[in-house]
């Protein structure tokens, strides 16, 4: 069974960073694409950015030029850089896992509080 398990939340102040990890026991990690979804109190769940296995992203216009999503297919991890940091990016932040690229997510993370505040 596949599991992602996230890290890295928290609390930061605006215009501060934070880095999310998300490690995914998995075999061949690498043939699927990663995304990084939020959902914040009263709000829908909305995608933050994804990226393939060939390495292409796309982002949330919201977060384009602040976040950056990578991953690492050695260690079976993807990254989310959050940087810049505002207030209405507080949300639960979910690692999600799709078998194929634009199709929903077929594995959903616990998700991890991310908190901008001061």
């Known amino acids: 069974q596949v599991k992602l398990v996230e890290s890295g939340g928290g609390l930061v102040q605006p215009g501060g960073s934070l880095r999310l990890s998300c490690a995914a026991s998995?075999?061949?990690?690498?043939?699927?694409?990663m995304g990084w979804y939020r959902q914040a109190p009263g709000k829908q769940r909305e995608l933050v950015a994804a990226?393939?296995?060939?390495?292409?992203?796309n982002y949330a216009d919201s977060v384009k030029g602040r976040f950056t999503i990578s991953r690492d297919n050695a260690k079976n991890t993807v990254y989310l850089q959050m940087n810049s940091l505002k207030p209405e990016d507080t949300a639960v932040y979910y690692c999600?896992?799709?078998?194929?690229?634009?199709?929903?997510?077929?594995?959903w993370g616990q998700g991890t509080q991310v908190t901008v505040s001061s």
């Open positions: 999600t896992l799709a078998t194929r690229p634009g199709n929903p997510p077929d594995v």
């Open positions: 998995v075999s061949i990690f690498s043939i699927y694409t």
């Open positions: 990226i393939t296995s060939g390495g292409s992203t």
